[in-house]
């Protein structure tokens, strides 16, 4: 068990048998009355976010949740197959679950795969990744007036908006965290 002091960013908790992690907590002292927390929690498993208000001492139930290291194997239908590094069991993850994370992921690239009670319910990937440039419209000559961009679709199926001296056969790096253009990779 926990209380509300350990009620801060990240932190994983029990509400109604689902796991929910901490987005935003603020503690409030009023003029009167007792302190309390007031908090944005996000559910592990459908992604809905919720606002909570905990008393100050309150009792809270941890999470038991685990990240474990593997390796993305393949794409099947409509799941991703994943192996443990340890002890090489496989485990199938829907595209669903895995949501935007889809468009990292590359063959044998180890991710963190989040754990509920032996369930897998989310894959971390790797915080930037290398991924080649398939579709793009060709820059023009000349144009650099500031910060002009164009889409660009990657390998992956990814659609991100680049500069407009990329062109295609280019290897961008991308934040996954953000999906986001940082910068061309050479070779």
Do not use: C, W
């Not at 109604?16 to 992690?21: F, G, L, R, S």
């Not at 795969?113 to 440039?133: A, H, K, Y």
């Not at 144009?143 to 062109?167: C, E, H, I, Q, Y």
């Amino acid at each position: 068990m926990a209380d509300t002091s350990d009620l801060k960013k990240g932190f994983k908790m029990l509400i109604d048998k689902q796991p929910y992690q901490v987005v935003e907590s603020q503690f409030v002292k009023p003029g009167k009355g007792q302190a309390f927390f007031r908090t944005k929690l996000k559910n592990m498993i459908t992604g809905a976010v919720i606002d909570r208000t905990y008393k100050s001492g309150e009792k809270l139930e941890k999470a038991d949740t685990e990240e474990r290291t593997m390796q993305y194997l393949y794409a099947e239908g409509d799941s991703y197959v994943f192996m443990d590094t340890q002890s090489y069991d496989q485990l199938r993850i829907s595209a669903e679950q895995l949501g935007d994370n889809v468009h990292y992921l590359l063959d044998n690239m180890e991710v963190d795969v989040m754990l509920f009670e032996g369930r897998p319910i989310g894959v971390t990937p790797p915080t930037f990744v290398v991924l080649e440039v398939t579709q793009t419209d060709p820059g023009f000559k000349g144009d650099t007036s500031g910060n002009t961009t164009k889409p660009a679709t990657l390998s992956t199926g990814l659609v991100v908006n680049v500069p407009l001296f990329v062109n295609v056969g280019d290897k961008l790096k991308i934040d996954t965290r953000t999906g986001q253009y940082v910068e061309r990779v050479k070779g």
